[in-house]
């Protein structure tokens, strides 16, 4: 009898398995050809119209909706269907997700600010490696010209982002101040005060701190991956 039992979970979790890495190969997969067609569609306008005016109208619905679907790796994490940190993870999709909704969206300054390409190209490439490389992995071993990229993009690709993310912030801070967007006043019904303009500033601030360790979580990360194997170290060399 406790050996059919055994069999049976044993059978269960076989099958929640399964399921659990289809699921992640469609949505690794829906984000990789989401990212670069939006990759593709950014590069394509700045080359054809040499503006930013403009840009987000053609890209922000699109934006809006991939970079908004990875609150589900939050998720992914604390339910355990991926062994990474939920609360690195919230880290790196709550500052994204943050600049979306509550910066380039409400605001059309930063609309028309000149760091919102270089946030869109550094969102965009990172996406793309990333999200083709779980994928990759999710089906079997990913090519090590991909795992490369993976690993040592980010040198680059995170302070292009982070700069992209702040600058926007830099853009949006006068008219969060003048217009006291989504701020709330005493005296009011719930006898609170939140000022949006300082919760801004700190988060600004708050990249001094964080930005350097998720980079050097990366930089351990490279260590593990690419450090593992002769031939991949081979690569490195000689893709450096």
């Known amino acids: 009898m406790s050996n059919e039992k055994s069999n049976s979970r044993a059978s269960e979790k076989k099958e929640m398995a399964a399921l659990s890495k289809a699921y992640l ?55 355990g269907i991926v062994p990474s940190s939920a609360l690195v993870t919230f880290l790196q999709v709550f500052s994204r997700v943050f600049m979306v909704w509550g910066i380039i969206r409400p605001i059309e300054k930063v609309q028309i600010c000149p760091f919102l390409p270089l946030t869109l190209i550094a969102w965009g490439v990172t996406e793309v490696i ?37 600058g926007n912030i830099l853009y949006s801070l006068d008219t969060i101040r003048r217009k006291q967007l989504f701020s ?41 991956i690419l450090g593992s194997s002769p031939k991949v170290k081979e690569i490195d060399r000689k893709m450096q």
Request: proline share 5%; net charge positive.
């Open 25 to 79: 190969v469609l949505y690794n997969s829906v984000q990789t050809a989401g990212w670069s067609y939006l990759l593709a569609k950014t590069l394509k306008y700045l080359i054809e119209n040499q503006t930013v005016a403009g840009l987000w109208n053609e890209c922000g619905t699109s934006v809006t909706i991939f970079q908004s679907l990875a609150t589900l790796e939050v998720i992914h994490c604390m339910i």
């Open 130 to 166: 990333r999200y083709s490389y779980y994928c990759a992995n999710l089906i079997g071993r990913p090519p090590r010209p991909l795992t490369w990229c993976r690993y040592t993009f980010f040198m680059g690709l995170y302070p292009a982002g982070v700069s992209g993310e702040v």
């Open 184 to 224: 709330l006043a005493l005296p009011n019904s719930y006898n609170i005060s939140f000022s949006y303009f300082y919760f801004c500033l700190f988060l600004m601030a708050s990249y001094v701190p964080l930005f350097p360790q998720l980079f050097s979580h990366m930089l351990r990360q490279r260590k593990k």
